[in-house]
């Protein structure tokens, strides 16, 4: 999810060829209600941005997991390793 536009999502997904929906939460109703907006320096200004998260939600919609300010190298398998060994 982020705050890009469904438009903007659709064509991300095609050229990518991704099998499965992206969300868009355009007017950051839930990045506020997650508490990932964070104000960033931008190109040497300052602008509200999303802390790249991650939330692990069970079945009963429970947050079991947050990961928070996210670093991409080995992020998807620490995930995977949390969810196999605590929601399987």
């Known amino acids: 999810m982020s ?3 469904v438009r903007s999502h659709t064509r991300f997904a095609e050229k990518l060829g ?3 929906l992206l969300l868009s939460d355009a007017e950051g109703k ?3 209600l997650y508490g990932v ?4 320096v931008r190109y040497g200004k300052p602008s509200v941005g999303i802390e790249r998260s991650t939330f692990v939600i069970d079945r ?3 947050v079991r997991k947050a990961y928070r300010n996210v670093k991409v190298d080995g992020h998807a398998e620490k995930v995977l390793d949390f969810v196999r060994t605590n929601l399987t």
Request: charged share 40%; hydrophobic share 40%; net charge neutral.
């Open 3 to 5: 705050r890009d536009s």
């Open 37 to 40: 907006l964070k104000e960033k």
């Open 18 to 20: 991704l099998p499965f």
């Open 30 to 32: 839930v990045a506020t």
């Open 60 to 62: 009963d919609g429970v």
